[in-house]
T-cell receptor, first 119, second 113 residues
Protein backbone atom coordinates (compact mmCIF):
# COMPACT_ATOMS: atom_id res chain seq x y z
CA UNK A 1 0.00 0.00 0.00
CA UNK A 2 1.09 3.54 -0.60
CA UNK A 3 0.84 6.34 1.89
CA UNK A 4 1.72 10.03 1.97
CA UNK A 5 1.94 11.92 5.24
CA UNK A 6 1.91 15.68 5.54
CA UNK A 7 2.25 16.22 9.25
CA UNK A 8 1.70 19.96 9.15
CA UNK A 9 -2.00 20.69 8.92
CA UNK A 10 -1.66 24.47 8.90
CA UNK A 11 1.23 26.91 8.71
CA UNK A 12 1.01 30.66 9.06
CA UNK A 13 3.90 32.96 8.15
CA UNK A 14 4.48 36.63 7.52
CA UNK A 15 5.29 37.76 4.02
CA UNK A 16 8.96 37.39 3.02
CA UNK A 17 9.58 34.57 5.47
CA UNK A 18 10.86 31.25 4.14
CA UNK A 19 8.63 28.25 4.76
CA UNK A 20 9.15 24.49 4.36
CA UNK A 21 6.32 22.04 3.84
CA UNK A 22 7.10 18.48 4.88
CA UNK A 23 6.15 15.31 3.04
CA UNK A 24 6.95 11.72 4.00
CA UNK A 25 5.89 8.78 1.87
CA UNK A 26 5.67 4.99 1.94
CA UNK A 27 5.67 2.65 -1.03
CA UNK A 28 6.83 -0.85 -1.88
CA UNK A 29 7.48 0.12 -5.47
CA UNK A 30 11.15 0.43 -6.30
CA UNK A 31 10.42 3.14 -8.85
CA UNK A 32 7.88 5.87 -8.34
CA UNK A 33 7.07 9.53 -8.92
CA UNK A 34 6.53 12.23 -6.34
CA UNK A 35 4.48 15.36 -6.96
CA UNK A 36 3.52 18.62 -5.37
CA UNK A 37 0.24 20.33 -6.23
CA UNK A 38 -1.10 23.72 -5.13
CA UNK A 39 -4.82 24.20 -4.48
CA UNK A 40 -5.81 27.87 -4.26
CA UNK A 41 -9.27 28.86 -3.00
CA UNK A 42 -10.64 28.46 -6.54
CA UNK A 43 -10.28 24.72 -6.01
CA UNK A 44 -8.22 23.68 -9.03
CA UNK A 45 -5.17 21.53 -8.34
CA UNK A 46 -2.18 23.19 -9.96
CA UNK A 47 0.74 20.96 -10.83
CA UNK A 48 4.06 22.24 -9.44
CA UNK A 49 6.64 19.49 -9.84
CA UNK A 50 7.20 15.82 -10.62
CA UNK A 51 10.28 13.98 -9.42
CA UNK A 52 11.17 10.39 -10.21
CA UNK A 53 12.75 8.15 -7.65
CA UNK A 54 15.97 7.79 -9.65
CA UNK A 55 16.77 11.45 -9.38
CA UNK A 56 17.69 12.71 -5.94
CA UNK A 57 19.09 15.98 -7.16
CA UNK A 58 17.43 18.93 -5.50
CA UNK A 59 15.54 21.26 -7.77
CA UNK A 60 15.00 25.00 -7.69
CA UNK A 61 12.44 26.94 -9.69
CA UNK A 62 12.37 30.61 -8.83
CA UNK A 63 11.30 30.94 -5.19
CA UNK A 64 10.42 27.23 -5.00
CA UNK A 65 12.82 24.46 -4.15
CA UNK A 66 12.42 20.76 -3.43
CA UNK A 67 14.55 18.47 -1.31
CA UNK A 68 14.18 14.77 -2.12
CA UNK A 69 15.86 12.36 0.29
CA UNK A 70 15.26 8.72 -0.50
CA UNK A 71 17.02 7.59 2.68
CA UNK A 72 14.34 9.24 4.82
CA UNK A 73 11.49 8.87 2.28
CA UNK A 74 10.93 12.59 2.30
CA UNK A 75 10.18 15.15 -0.40
CA UNK A 76 10.05 18.55 1.23
CA UNK A 77 9.04 21.80 -0.45
CA UNK A 78 10.47 25.19 0.45
CA UNK A 79 9.11 28.58 -0.56
CA UNK A 80 11.65 31.35 -0.20
CA UNK A 81 10.53 34.92 0.51
CA UNK A 82 6.87 33.92 0.70
CA UNK A 83 4.18 36.13 -0.77
CA UNK A 84 0.48 36.52 -0.02
CA UNK A 85 -0.32 34.85 -3.36
CA UNK A 86 1.36 31.69 -2.08
CA UNK A 87 -1.53 31.19 0.34
CA UNK A 88 -3.17 27.90 -0.59
CA UNK A 89 -3.40 24.24 0.36
CA UNK A 90 -0.39 22.29 -0.83
CA UNK A 91 -0.59 18.57 -1.53
CA UNK A 92 2.20 16.07 -1.84
CA UNK A 93 1.35 12.99 -3.92
CA UNK A 94 2.91 9.69 -4.92
CA UNK A 95 2.46 7.53 -7.99
CA UNK A 96 4.03 4.10 -8.02
CA UNK A 97 5.23 2.48 -11.21
CA UNK A 98 3.51 -0.77 -10.46
CA UNK A 99 6.56 -2.93 -9.81
CA UNK A 100 5.14 -4.19 -6.52
CA UNK A 101 1.86 -5.16 -8.13
CA UNK A 102 -0.06 -1.90 -7.86
CA UNK A 103 -1.08 0.58 -10.52
CA UNK A 104 1.17 2.99 -12.38
CA UNK A 105 -1.39 5.77 -12.83
CA UNK A 106 -3.14 6.25 -9.49
CA UNK A 107 -2.08 9.23 -7.40
CA UNK A 108 -2.03 8.87 -3.62
CA UNK A 109 -2.32 12.23 -1.91
CA UNK A 110 -1.47 13.46 1.54
CA UNK A 111 -4.05 15.40 3.52
CA UNK A 112 -2.52 18.71 2.54
CA UNK A 113 -0.98 21.66 4.35
CA UNK A 114 -2.85 24.95 4.49
CA UNK A 115 -0.33 27.75 4.09
CA UNK A 116 -1.41 31.26 5.03
CA UNK A 117 0.94 34.11 4.21
CA UNK A 118 0.03 37.27 6.02
CA UNK A 119 1.01 40.73 4.74
CA UNK B 1 -10.17 23.19 -24.68
CA UNK B 2 -7.27 24.79 -22.87
CA UNK B 3 -7.81 22.91 -19.63
CA UNK B 4 -10.01 20.33 -17.96
CA UNK B 5 -13.53 21.66 -17.66
CA UNK B 6 -16.06 20.41 -15.14
CA UNK B 7 -19.73 21.24 -14.96
CA UNK B 8 -21.57 22.22 -12.93
CA UNK B 9 -19.19 23.96 -10.56
CA UNK B 10 -21.70 23.58 -7.75
CA UNK B 11 -24.58 21.19 -7.34
CA UNK B 12 -27.03 21.03 -4.46
CA UNK B 13 -29.38 18.08 -4.44
CA UNK B 14 -31.78 16.42 -2.09
CA UNK B 15 -31.03 13.11 -0.46
CA UNK B 16 -32.19 10.26 -2.65
CA UNK B 17 -31.94 12.14 -5.95
CA UNK B 18 -29.82 11.20 -8.97
CA UNK B 19 -27.00 13.48 -10.15
CA UNK B 20 -24.63 13.62 -13.11
CA UNK B 21 -21.30 15.40 -13.07
CA UNK B 22 -19.58 16.16 -16.34
CA UNK B 23 -15.89 16.31 -17.22
CA UNK B 24 -14.45 17.64 -20.46
CA UNK B 25 -10.75 16.65 -20.59
CA UNK B 26 -7.92 18.35 -22.42
CA UNK B 27 -8.24 17.63 -26.11
CA UNK B 28 -6.24 14.57 -27.14
CA UNK B 29 -5.77 13.21 -23.63
CA UNK B 30 -6.56 9.51 -23.59
CA UNK B 31 -6.37 9.01 -19.82
CA UNK B 32 -9.10 10.40 -17.59
CA UNK B 33 -9.47 10.13 -13.82
CA UNK B 34 -12.10 10.95 -11.24
CA UNK B 35 -11.12 11.77 -7.67
CA UNK B 36 -13.21 12.75 -4.66
CA UNK B 37 -12.06 15.28 -2.10
CA UNK B 38 -13.82 15.48 1.25
CA UNK B 39 -13.40 18.50 3.49
CA UNK B 40 -9.92 18.69 4.98
CA UNK B 41 -8.68 15.67 3.03
CA UNK B 42 -6.59 15.03 -0.01
CA UNK B 43 -8.21 13.78 -3.20
CA UNK B 44 -9.00 10.06 -3.29
CA UNK B 45 -9.03 7.99 -6.45
CA UNK B 46 -12.37 6.83 -7.81
CA UNK B 47 -11.94 5.59 -11.39
CA UNK B 48 -9.54 5.65 -14.33
CA UNK B 49 -10.42 5.53 -18.03
CA UNK B 50 -8.04 4.69 -20.82
CA UNK B 51 -9.95 5.66 -23.94
CA UNK B 52 -13.55 4.58 -23.66
CA UNK B 53 -13.08 1.81 -21.14
CA UNK B 54 -12.88 1.97 -17.37
CA UNK B 55 -9.48 0.40 -16.74
CA UNK B 56 -9.80 0.65 -12.95
CA UNK B 57 -12.96 1.43 -11.01
CA UNK B 58 -11.70 0.09 -7.70
CA UNK B 59 -12.11 3.43 -5.96
CA UNK B 60 -15.85 3.75 -6.52
CA UNK B 61 -17.33 3.49 -3.02
CA UNK B 62 -20.38 1.39 -3.92
CA UNK B 63 -22.74 0.50 -6.75
CA UNK B 64 -24.58 3.82 -6.53
CA UNK B 65 -21.60 5.34 -8.34
CA UNK B 66 -21.02 4.81 -12.03
CA UNK B 67 -19.01 6.60 -14.70
CA UNK B 68 -18.96 6.49 -18.47
CA UNK B 69 -16.83 7.84 -21.28
CA UNK B 70 -18.63 6.62 -24.40
CA UNK B 71 -16.56 8.37 -27.07
CA UNK B 72 -13.25 8.51 -25.28
CA UNK B 73 -13.49 12.21 -24.52
CA UNK B 74 -16.18 13.63 -22.22
CA UNK B 75 -16.92 11.62 -19.10
CA UNK B 76 -19.94 11.63 -16.83
CA UNK B 77 -19.91 10.52 -13.21
CA UNK B 78 -23.35 9.36 -12.13
CA UNK B 79 -24.54 8.99 -8.56
CA UNK B 80 -27.86 7.32 -7.78
CA UNK B 81 -29.88 7.70 -4.58
CA UNK B 82 -27.53 10.33 -3.22
CA UNK B 83 -26.70 10.35 0.48
CA UNK B 84 -25.44 13.16 2.69
CA UNK B 85 -22.10 11.37 2.91
CA UNK B 86 -21.63 11.84 -0.83
CA UNK B 87 -21.13 15.56 -0.27
CA UNK B 88 -17.63 16.42 -1.46
CA UNK B 89 -15.72 18.03 -4.30
CA UNK B 90 -15.48 15.72 -7.28
CA UNK B 91 -12.32 16.34 -9.29
CA UNK B 92 -11.63 15.22 -12.80
CA UNK B 93 -8.15 15.01 -14.30
CA UNK B 94 -6.71 14.02 -17.65
CA UNK B 95 -3.29 13.15 -18.99
CA UNK B 96 -1.92 12.42 -22.43
CA UNK B 97 -1.00 8.91 -21.30
CA UNK B 98 -1.20 7.08 -17.98
CA UNK B 99 2.44 7.89 -17.19
CA UNK B 100 2.41 11.63 -17.70
CA UNK B 101 1.31 14.51 -15.48
CA UNK B 102 -2.38 14.69 -14.70
CA UNK B 103 -4.04 18.08 -15.09
CA UNK B 104 -7.02 18.73 -12.87
CA UNK B 105 -10.24 20.63 -13.37
CA UNK B 106 -11.70 22.99 -10.80
CA UNK B 107 -14.04 20.34 -9.51
CA UNK B 108 -17.75 20.07 -8.86
CA UNK B 109 -18.81 20.77 -5.29
CA UNK B 110 -21.67 18.42 -4.56
CA UNK B 111 -23.87 19.10 -1.53
CA UNK B 112 -26.54 16.61 -0.57
CA UNK B 113 -29.15 18.06 1.78
Amino acid sequence: AQKVTQAQTEISVVEKEDVTLDCVYETRDTTYYLFWYKQPPSGELVFLIRRNSFDEQNEISGRYSWNFQKSTSSFNFTITASQVVDSAVYFCALRGMGNSGGSNYKLTFGKGTLLTVNP
Amino acid sequence: GAGVSQTPSNKVTEKGKYVELRCDPISGHTALYWYRQSLGQGPEFLIYFQGTGAADDSGLPNDRFFAVRPEGSVSTLKIQRTERGDSAVYLCASSSTANTEAFFGQGTRLTVV
